[in-house]
């Protein structure tokens, strides 16, 4: 997937010339540009409540970022990437973004939020450094018997084309 994305990136002033030549809309060509800058593979890990979604997540950073009990934690698909600066962002589908504190993400503490919300954590880690173009998802638990917790999974999922199930 990395290939492919260097490869259009390299090929961007070529087709940057075509659609000049096209007279295409140049708002799309912005976008297109921006959408592959912040390309990135998302990969939720999917299970049950409890199977140790978030406890791996934590253990792959090397530090306790992530809520983890044995009660259903994590209430919102949350989404983990690298990035030089730190950033905690509640994300609306209709609404503005809400910058977050590491307090109210490990308490899961959002406050009310619409069907379709989900969470950005962008951080310095190593580990996320070294997975470049790939985005860990931290996902709520299936069969938690928390209709939120099914519906923010049912959301979610089609922002994705890769999955790691875990038991």
């Given at each position: 997937m990395l290939h492919e994305q260097v490869f259009l990136k390299e090929s961007f002033p070529r087709i940057e010339v075509i659609w000049a030549a096209?007279?295409?809309?140049?708002?799309?060509?912005?976008?297109?540009?921006?959408?592959?800058n912040e390309f990135s593979v998302r990969m939720p890990l999917i299970g049950s409540f409890s199977a140790g979604k978030s406890s791996l997540i934590n253990f792959l950073l090397d530090e306790s970022l992530l809520s983890v009990a044995v009660n259903?934690?994590?209430?919102?698909?949350?989404?983990?990437?690298?990035a030089d600066d730190e950033l905690l962002i509640?994300?609306?589908p209709a609404q503005e973004a809400v910058p977050l504190d590491r307090a109210a993400l490990k308490a899961q503490e959002f406050g009310k939020f619409?069907?379709?919300?989900?969470?950005?954590v962008a951080t310095p880690?190593?580990?996320?450094a070294r997975l470049d173009g790939m985005t860990l998802v931290d996902m709520p638990g299936w069969e938690s018997g928390i209709e939120q917790h099914s519906e923010a999974i049912d959301?979610?999922?089609?922002r994705s084309s890769a999955y790691c199930i875990v038991v």
């Open positions: 096209h007279n295409f809309p140049l708002e799309e060509l912005a976008a297109l540009r921006a959408e592959l259903p934690e994590t209430c919102l698909p949350t989404e983990l990437r690298f509640l994300h609306h619409e069907s379709g919300s989900w969470v950005e880690s190593p580990v996320l959301n979610y999922l089609e």
